[in-house]
């Protein structure tokens, strides 16, 4: 049997955002990516294509 889970928010601890991931996934919840500002600075600077990136409140 499956199961949804949804959520219009994602709070995420203060733990977790010592780590200063630039990329990460929360794979129980759903498979996005997740990106820092950094990362996305980063792709730009180097003038990488292909990606798609659109920004939210986390």
Aim: charge should be negative.
């Amino acid at each position: 049997m499956d199961f949804n889970i949804e959520s219009s928010k994602i709070q995420m601890s203060q733990e977790f955002y010592d780590l200063k991931l630039d990329l990460f996934q929360i794979g129980e919840i759903n498979f996005l990516w997740y990106v820092s500002p950094n990362f996305v600075n980063a792709i730009e600077e180097n003038g990488l294509t292909g990606l798609e990136f659109e920004e939210f409140d986390l």
